[in-house]
């Protein structure tokens, strides 16, 4: 069975209610990353446009088997979010994963999230909304 590196930068990271480590128990955390790419507030959850450019988007790396990608292929589907390879940022090394990605024809990327990082931004939105 084959191993493969997902990079995961919304809900599915540690200190949300459901990351990866009770969505997909198998799956095994390997690092905290960065990959290149522009993160978006998309509501509920954010998304991430995959690019070329020096933004870079905070996240995490984990490890599955084909079964769990397979499980995350249709979790991540069902949100109209689109599997595809990028370069993964752990510290000095790089290495090929997968992100999913929402679909561009779904989604209106207006909101943008500066800093790429989805937990320190929805934070500083909550806070900001019960202050109201």
Partial sequence: MSKHLVFVYGSLRRGNPHPMSVRFPESKFVAEAKARGTLYDLGAYPGMQTSESISLVTGEVYEV??????EMDEFETSSHYLRK???????????????????PKRYDFETLISSGDWIEYSRAKSAKESSR
């Fill in 85 to 103: 390879q990028i370069e993964i940022f752990l510290g000095a090394d790089q290495k090929t994963g997968w992100v999913y990605e929402p679909d």
């Fill in 65 to 70: 088997d084909d079964a769990t990608l397979g």
